[in-house]
């Protein structure tokens, strides 16, 4: 690895956390100035920790450890990691929809609209994720 | 499918990290290949022959062809 690659590599990890705070600040603002102090702490915290899982996956993937999740992170996935990438969101995709079908029922018996839009959201996040990692590792 | 991927590997003497860097692909993905768990692309097996100074036909075999 060359000093200059990794000068860009570090410029990159730069500019990426400070895109991520800034717009995470500017979600939280808009959440609080529109009275969801609750919200807003959400976005600070969940914003923080996306931020630091991606620094952390993107300098692993310059490191001879990188596995699959690090090199996706950072750009540098092959044609498999890909393939399984474009896999995982559709099956996210596929788990998000059901979610949403399961969180309006549960609207109509008194989940709150938030706590159902949440849900969508965590299942999304948690399929994909869970679903990369497996195809990755067994095929 | 079936495929000599390892074979020519290791007659080359390379790791499956060496294969890899040279293909431009991971170490696990050149292992995926190798156990035929993961078909190549197109363009990542003309990349394999190319690499082996073969034809895709001599490295790749379909499984109901005994050839």
């Known amino acids: 690895m060359t000093s200059t690659t990794t000068r860009n590599s570090s410029l990159g990890i730069a500019i990426g956390t400070l895109a991520g705070g800034i717009t995470c600040a500017l979600l939280a603002t808009i959440a609080w100035a529109a009275g969801h102090p609750d919200f807003a702490r959400g976005i600070v915290t969940g914003g923080a920790v996306g931020i630091a899982a991606a620094v952390t996956l993107k300098a692993m993937s310059r490191t001879r450890f990188a596995n699959a999740e690090a090199r996706l992170a950072a750009g540098m996935a092959d044609e498999r990691e890909k393939k399984f990438a474009v896999q995982s969101l559709a099956m996210a995709a596929v788990a998000m929809y059901v979610a949403a079908i399961l969180s309006a029922f549960a609207n109509l018996f008194g989940l709150e609209a938030q706590a159902g839009l949440a849900i969508v959201m965590l299942t999304g996040l948690i399929c994909a994720s869970a679903s990369f990692a497996m195809l990755a590792r067994r095929r | ?67």
Do not use: C, W
């Not at chain 2, 020519?8 to 050149?30: C, E, H, W, Y």
């Not at chain 2, 394999?48 to 379909?62: K, M, V, Y």
């Open chain 2, 1 to 67: 499918m079936r495929n000599d991927v390892r074979e020519l590997r290791d007659a080359s003497g390379l790791s499956q990290a060496a294969l890899g860097d040279a293909l431009g692909v991971s170490r696990q993905t050149v292992n995926s290949i190798e156990t035929g768990k993961y078909d190549p692309s197109l363009p990542l097996a003309f990349a394999i022959a190319r690499h082996f100074d073969t034809t895709i036909e001599e490295i790749f075999h379909d499984q109901h062809d005994n050839s």
